[in-house]
């Protein structure tokens, strides 16, 4: 997983991400920031003592963390049939790309302490 941080004068401080990992980087620009890395990290410090996955959720994404990976969901992703119904006519279609993408364990926390690091100006 390859990403890089940038420090933008408009909008602040925000991860640029490879494509397939976007909704990662959603995530941490706009559901975590720099306000929820200590809740981030406890979640993390949970399931090293877990047997089961625990789950984070978020206002439009959701994560989902095991001992093995970090599992990310948009919402949007679980939409009903009959909220669809209502783009039938006009031939659109959920795309699902960009809605779920994932990482290893290991990856994700090297990833919450570089944004930790970064965020704090170090």
């Known amino acids: 997983m390859e990403y890089q ?3 933008d004068p408009i909008s602040g401080l925000r ?3 490879s494509s397939e990992h976007a909704v990662i980087g959603r995530w941490l620009n706009e559901e975590v920031g720099k306000e929820k890395i200590a809740m981030v990290q406890a979640l993390i410090s949970a399931v ?9 959720q978020g206002q439009e994404i959701d994560l989902i ?6 599992l990310f969901e948009a919402h949007a992703l679980h939409q009903d049939n009959e909220d669809l119904v ?3 006519d006009d031939d659109l279609m959920l795309e699902e ?6 990482c290893g364990f290991e990856d994700f926390v090297d990833l919450i ?3 930790q690091e970064f965020t704090q100006g170090r």
Do not use: M, N, V
């Not at 090293?48 to 984070?56: A, G, Q, R």
């Not at 790309?97 to 994932?102: A, H, Q, R």
């Open 5 to 7: 941080f940038i420090r």
């Open 15 to 17: 991860i640029k991400i």
């Open 48 to 56: 090293k003592s877990s047997h089961e996955p625990l789950t984070l």
């Open 65 to 70: 963390l095991s001992k093995d990976e970090a």
């Open 86 to 88: 209502a783009y039938q």
């Open 97 to 102: 790309e960009g809605l779920c993408s994932g």
């Open 113 to 115: 302490e570089s944004w």
